[in-house]
């Protein structure tokens, strides 16, 4: 099967290079600053400053996942409608040895970070190694690959927890891990629904009955931990439960009527209802552990 590559000059190839690191998705590594907001240290420059780091250390080990997920995956995608032509190696805008050198460039940025962050590496460690799992093996066990998906969450979280040197709170792992399986479930629920089971193997074991099952008690459980986080730790915040509560009831909106969420970053950056109930959560919790 033959692909039309793109122009082979430099320009070109940058182009491709950016696209195969995914920065668009760079948008999940915002959990990473959630112990930042809700510890109240955002004004604290050297706790901003140790937290934006570990952001971008994830930054570079997400992209770095996505490569070798790419590199997995390229017939797949060839045969996908969609991945067949955004993707840079199914596509034939680069061939797999110029992604591999960018990986061991990430790689070595991550070494580096080493020196800077060894705590935050040491997670991002674990994170590396369950995406490596994930991309050869779990990925096609039922169950197991929404959990190793919502995992990922909840290592972001600790990482930006690691990097102020504060414990994570149980209310926040729990609904981190909720809410990442709930994202994870509708997902899952779209591929379903919009391809059935041709772009992935694990579609095979699940039904659009059972995936929408998950996601709602997901989504159930996610606001409750949150709430019961807000009512025990943080009553000031109960101004933002409301705003939470809007939020997945318009994600699931875009999802069911706009036919989005295959993409949570591209349901969020599209749909500017969406978008501003983020933004208007992050500034109602920002305004409401203003350190006095």
């Keep these: ?27 999940k590594n915002g959990f990473v600053l959630a112990p930042l907001l809700f510890t109240g240290s955002f004004l604290n420059m050297v706790a901003v400053k140790q937290a934006l780091l570990a952001t971008l250390l994830f930054c570079i080990a997400s992209s770095a996942t996505y490569i070798v997920n790419d590199i997995q995956d390229i017939e797949r995608d060839r045969r996908h409608p969609d991945k067949a032509n955004s993707r840079p190696l199914a596509s034939g805008a680069l061939e797999i040895p110029h992604a591999c050198a960018l990986l061991l460039v990430l790689y070595g940025l991550l070494l580096i970070g080493w020196w800077f962050e060894p705590k935050v590496i040491g997670v991002i460690l674990i994170y590396l190694v369950l995406n490596l799992a994930y991309s050869f093996a779990l990925k096609h ?18 990482a930006g927890a690691v990097a102020l040197n504060v414990p994570v709170s149980g209310w926040m792992f729990s609904t981190t891990l909720c809410l990442a399986l709930y994202l994870a479930a509708v997902k899952r629920g779209q591929e379903l629904s919009q391809r059935g089971s041709e772009g992935r193997s694990v579609l095979n074991k699940y039904s659009k009955t059972l995936v929408d099952r998950y996601a709602e008690m997901s989504a159930t459980g996610a606001l409750v931990f949150y709430s019961m986080f807000v009512m025990a730790s943080k009553p000031e915040l109960v101004i933002t439960v409301p705003l939470v509560l809007f939020g997945l009831y318009r994600y699931w ?33 920002a305004w409401a552990l203003w350190p006095h």
């Design 1 to 27: 099967m033959h692909h039309n590559a793109a122009p082979l000059d430099s320009r070109h190839r940058l182009q491709a290079l950016v696209r195969l690191m995914r920065p668009k998705q760079w948008v």
């Design 141 to 158: 066990q039922p169950v197991i690959d929404i959990f190793s998906i919502a995992l990922g969450f909840v290592l972001r979280v600790w």
């Design 253 to 285: 909106y875009v999802v069911d009527v706009l036919d989005g969420g295959e993409s949570p970053t591209d349901a969020l950056l599209s749909d500017w209802p969406l978008l501003i109930t983020v933004l208007l959560w992050i500034g109602a919790c």
